[in-house]
């Protein structure tokens, strides 16, 4: 039962992100990269506060509070601001297909940092989704152009430290809260998004806040941050990153179907063959992994504890 609601939270998780790529194109257009990411994390880190005061969860020691900001600046300051300002600079079909790298770095990270080692069968479901996104944004029709060159970069960044990031949560995992890791890596994002907002601030302007705009903005900042967060830090606790590296996939397939619903785009075959594909991918990967040969679980877990507890706090 665990295992089943780890993989349905990662799920629900990537669903949400992917309509975050149809929202925050738009609500971009409107405000700056740097401000909206403020704004998106000022408004997680207030709903998640007022849920653990509520239940009186607040509370962490200081060497622990002090891991997870480091934390949250390396995912929500620099990942997410690469990932906005990609998303700026570049296109949405571009966004997809660069940020979709992050589940191939998640296993690189994995077996570097946790020791994790990826069974043949994960391997093989890496592949096929990975054919499965290229199916569904058929990157042949993305716009890569020097003008965009420079958001690709910034995508290529994010999906870098997003893998980063995951994986040091899911250490994170063993000594704090989904909820916990949530409101003090939001906390850390903001000291770096914060000051990068007042500095973007002297060159691009807010432009005028439409129902609409306020709209986006609450999900941006409460459900695709507050509550996806959640429920990805719920996945990586119970599942083998390599397993929630598979789910990332349904992010893609999810923003072209809503950009499908929302703005008229047509569904082709390319989109339903890459849907199956990733589908069939998840179901391979849904399994349990494969074990390091020579070493129990339990032991790999113990030797490699220490040594992720102190990347985490070096990071």
């Known amino acids: 039962m665990n295992r089943t609601l780890g993989i349905l939270a990662g799920l629900a998780a990537a669903a949400i992100w992917g309509g975050m790529y149809v929202v925050s194109k738009v ?56 990932q906005f300002v990609g998303t700026r600079l570049s296109t949405a079909s571009n966004a997809s297909l660069v940020t979709s790298a992050s589940p191939a770095f998640m ?35 993305a716009e890569v152009g020097s003008a965009s060159m420079l958001g690709n970069l910034a995508l290529l960044g994010a999906a870098l430290t997003w893998g980063l990031y995951s994986v040091l949560v899911k250490a994170a995992s063993r000594w704090a809260g989904p909820l916990q890791i949530g409101l003090y890596t939001f906390m850390g994002g903001l000291a770096l998004s914060m000051p990068a907002a ?10 005028p806040l439409t129902t609409g705009i306020v709209l986006g903005v609450l999900y941006l900042g409460w459900v695709s941050t507050a509550l996806a967060m959640v429920l990805w830090t719920h996945a990586l606790a119970k599942l ?25 785009e047509r569904l082709n075959l390319a989109f339903w063959l890459g849907a199956v594909a990733i589908g069939a991918s998840l179901l391979l990967a849904a399994g349990p992994s494969g074990s390091v040969p020579g070493v129990s679980r339990s032991a790999l877990t113990h030797e490699r504890s220490q040594e992720t507890q102190e990347i985490v706090q070096e990071t």
């Open 107 to 141: 296993v690189l990270f994995a077996a570097l940092l946790l020791g994790e080692r990826a069974s043949g069968r994960r391997i093989a479901a890496l592949v096929m989704a990975s054919a499965g996104v290229v199916a569904v944004i058929q990157p042949g029709g």
């Open 198 to 207: 007042g500095v973007e601030g002297q060159a691009l302007s807010i432009g």
């Open 240 to 264: 083998e990153a390599s397993l929630v590296s598979i789910l990332f996939f349904a992010q893609p397939v999810v923003g072209v179907g809503l950009g499908a619903a929302l703005l008229g």
């Open 27 to 82: 609500v971009l257009e409107v405000i700056p990269p740097f401000a909206l990411l403020s704004l998106r994390l000022v408004l997680g880190a207030g709903l998640l506060a007022a849920w653990l005061a509520w239940r009186r969860q607040l509370g962490l020691d200081r060497k622990a509070r002090w891991r997870l900001l480091a934390l949250g600046a390396l995912g929500f300051g620099l990942s997410l601001g690469l």
